[in-house]
Nanobody, 123 residues
Framework: QVHLVESGGGLVQPGGSLRLSCAAS????????MGWFRQAPGTERNFVAA????????YYSDSARGRFTISRDNARSTVYLQMNSLKPQDPAVYLC????????????????WGQGTQVTVSS
């Protein structure tokens, strides 16, 4: 089981930026796809972005495309989510997961999850 720890969340004004990080330990990383999801209170976990093992293939939700960028550094066992032009509808707990493959837009395709990092957008 891979241990995942997210960081980088916080409070930002609308239009601002944040860079989230997810560090992996205790297992494989370089061979696995990784994804970011977000979950607001009382809602289900929703797909934000995913990246394959090499970083060459990236996938985004409609709301993230054009504003967010997912990347990874396999040497550091870390995946990132650069979030720009943050909107009032973006606040949530952002979680990273280690995927198995298949439909990376589905949380059911992920084996391990971090505890999440809170993102708040407010003026």
């Amino acid at each position: 089981q891979v241990h995942l720890v997210e960081s980088g969340g916080g409070l930002v004004q609308p239009g601002g930026s944040l860079r989230l990080s997810c560090a992996a330990s205790n297992g494989s990383f370089g061979d696995d796809p990784m994804g970011w999801f977000r979950q607001a209170p009382g809602t289900e976990r929703n797909f934000v972005a995913a990246i394959n093992w090499s970083g060459l293939n990236r996938y985004y939700s409609d709301s993230a495309r054009g504003r967010f960028t997912i990347s990874r550094d396999n040497a550091r066992s870390t995946v990132y989510l650069q979030m720009n032009s943050l909107k009032p509808q973006d606040p949530a707990v952002y979680l990273c997961g280690r995927g198995r493959g298949g439909n990376l837009r589905s949380s059911a395709e992920y084996d391990d999850w971090g505890q999440g990092t809170q993102v708040t957008v407010s003026s």
